[in-house]
């Protein structure tokens, strides 16, 4: 619970910044403050960002997949004991 907190905010956090760089582009275009290497590297950041995001949600469905395949296995076993049991 305490990753998928952290994980909201780390997304919330992207998307302002992200809102940011658009706000930025818009104002270069149309003749405003940042250079253009300022945007292209806060565009890497944002890029950077979004791609740990998806790791970590990655990450934790790799998780949750490994958790659930201990769990039919351990299923399996004792279906396949009782089924043993049950003609000897």
């Keep these: 619970m305490k990753t998928q907190n952290l994980l909201s905010w780390f997304e919330i956090f992207l998307i302002l910044f992200a809102l940011y760089i658009l706000y930025?582009?818009?104002l270069k275009i149309f003749g405003g403050s940042r250079t253009v290497e300022e945007i292209i590297v806060s565009l890497v950041i944002?890029?950077?960002?979004?791609?740990?995001?998806?790791?970590?949600k990655?990450?934790?469905?790799?998780?949750?997949?490994?958790?659930?395949?201990?769990?039919f296995n351990a299923h399996a076993n004792?279906?396949?004991?009782?089924?043993?049991?049950?003609?000897?």
């Design 78 to 88: 004792d279906f396949k004991n009782h089924v043993m049991q049950k003609t000897h």
């Design 46 to 56: 944002a890029h950077i960002g979004f791609t740990l995001s998806q790791s970590m």
């Design 24 to 26: 930025q582009i818009v």
């Design 58 to 71: 990655l990450s934790s469905v790799a998780r949750y997949l490994h958790h659930l395949r201990l769990q």
